[in-house]
């Protein structure tokens, strides 16, 4: 059988794999590259749908290694069920950091300074001045204390923040302070003038912010979402967004791609962005040099980085770190 790599960039573009493996290039056409069941490592296509990226799944019946380009794994989970037990799961922790963490600045600092109310006033010619808030002396909050979170917590460290709460799903102490457990979330968020969610999706994180959550968020505050779309309810946010009771900036929505005419698009304060966080300028250097480890560690039979699950036995698996 042939040791199969299939890649969603031309190998050609990427310096230093090992030599061995056949390299296949696959971003998700109608045609494989080669037969599915002689692929061992598998990466699947950026910015494509679900049902593109699990297509050639049930077919590999030798594959080794699922490796994303995303932080996030959801896209992939549906397909996880026709795999052989022991295949590892990898995601692109290291590649979107940057890009994730920069647009989230990009985000709150455009809604508070009031970014597109200037350009809508420069549509019209208009000179609109005026005082606006400010992120320095805010409380920000950070749901979801992965490398992502932690990302974005260096970059707002020169802003002169009063305070940043961190929460995950347990209880841990980093260099910039205490990392608070989820069941601590109903009492951070009443002080937080910014709640920033970078969480991955998974059952207990779909629906979080709900209208409980959005309920006890401080009045003007500003909910950030650069997760996933399903973590909001987006019933319960446009209801807090008609009040004007805070304010909304959304990488990702629920659903996705917003379709023309959803009540989101025209809800009082909100700005919205399709789903960018990542597909950068940063993206492809860092996604190069994370194949060329991760193929390189698979060739030589050396423990592969960002292992998020085991493919177990009927369909289960065993968690590794998720990144939250």
Same mark, same amino acid.
């Given at each position: 059988?042939? =040791?199969? +790599?299939?890649?969603p960039? $031309? @190998?050609? %573009? ?5 030599e061995?493996? #056949?390299?296949?290039?696959w ?68 590649v ?29 010619g ?22 992502i979170? =932690?990302? +974005?917590?260096?970059?707002? $460290? @020169?802003? %002169? ?7 995950? #799903? ?21 002080d937080a003038?910014v ?15 709900n ?20 973590v ?5 946010l ?44 940063a993206?492809?250097?860092r996604a ?13 039979h ?13 369909g ?9």
């Open positions: 059988m042939t =040791a199969d +790599i299939w890649l960039i $031309a @190998p050609q %573009e990427i310096e230093g794999l090992p061995g493996p #056949r390299y296949l290039f971003d998700g056409g109608e045609e494989f590259p080669g037969d599915p069941a002689d692929c061992a490592f598998y990466v699947v296509p950026y910015m494509k749908p679900t049902e593109v990226g699990v297509r050639p799944l049930p077919g590999m019946k030798a594959v080794q290694v699922v490796q994303t380009l995303t932080a996030g794994i959801d896209h992939v989970e549906p397909g996880l069920k026709h795999l052989r037990p022991g295949v590892r799961l990898c995601n692109a922790r290291g979107h950091e940057a890009s994730t963490a920069e647009l989230t600045l990009t985000l709150i600092l455009a809604s508070l300074r009031g970014i597109p109310d200037f350009v809508r006033a420069q549509d019209r208009e000179w609109l001045g005026g005082f606006r808030p400010a992120l320095a002396d805010k409380s920000a909050l950070i749901v979801g204390y992965g490398s979170g =932690a990302a +974005i917590e260096d970059r707002l $460290a @020169p802003f %002169e923040l009063a305070r940043v709460a961190r929460v995950a #799903r347990s209880r841990r102490t980093t260099a910039r302070g205490p990392v608070h457990p989820l069941t601590e979330l109903p009492s951070l968020l009443p003038d709640v920033i969610l970078c969480t991955p999706l998974t059952e207990a994180t779909t629906g979080l912010v209208a409980g959550f959005l309920g006890r968020m401080k009045a003007g505050a500003l909910l950030v979402n650069v997760a996933r779309g399903p909001v309810d987006t019933t319960a446009l209801a807090e967004l008609e009040r004007g009771r805070i304010t909304a900036a959304l990488d990702v929505t629920d659903p996705e791609p917003l379709p023309a005419g959803h009540p989101l698009w025209q809800a009082p304060g909100v700005l919205i962005s399709p789903h960018v966080g990542g597909p950068t300028s993206f492809l250097p190069k040099r994370l194949l060329t480890d991760q193929v390189n560690r698979f060739v030589n050396e423990p592969l980085r960002n292992v998020i699950l085991t493919t177990g036995e009927n289960a698996w065993m968690p590794g770190e998720i990144g939250m």
